[in-house]
């Protein structure tokens, strides 16, 4: 978290203004919750639900490689197992923290290209 206000205070020192921090705040929040709504629904879309494994889907194809690759049952903490945990309950507590804080850097640094570039 020092490191996302870190930044955004360097992003403001650069704008010179408070207009900046308001800026940069609203870039870092945009970016995270950006990230974590397209984490969770890419892996929704792949066919990853609560519901379970949508047949037909993406989902079904890498669990039927896995299942085969591990004489008929899928590895817990295999990667179909950690897609189908977040299909189910989501990223969870941590899982928001790390994409959120990714998607706050891209949406700083998407701020700071913009505002190199307009100048």
């Not at 194809?61 to 990667?79: E, R």
Request: net charge positive.
């Amino acid at each position: 978290m020092s490191l996302l206000l870190s930044t955004v205070f360097l992003f403001a020192f650069i704008s010179g203004s408070y207009a900046g921090i308001k800026t940069g705040v609203a870039a870092a929040a945009t970016g995270a919750a950006t990230v974590v709504t397209g984490v969770t629904t890419a892996v929704s879309a792949a066919g990853f639900t609560s519901a379970g494994i949508t047949a037909g889907s993406y989902a079904a194809s890498m669990m039927a490689a896995a299942a085969t690759a591990g004489g008929g049952g899928v590895a817990a903490g295999s990667t179909v197992a950690i897609l189908q945990s977040i299909g189910v309950i989501g990223l969870g507590a941590l899982g928001n923290v790390a994409t959120g804080g990714i998607g706050a850097l891209v949406g700083l640094s998407i701020y700071g290209l913009i505002k190199a570039v307009s100048k």
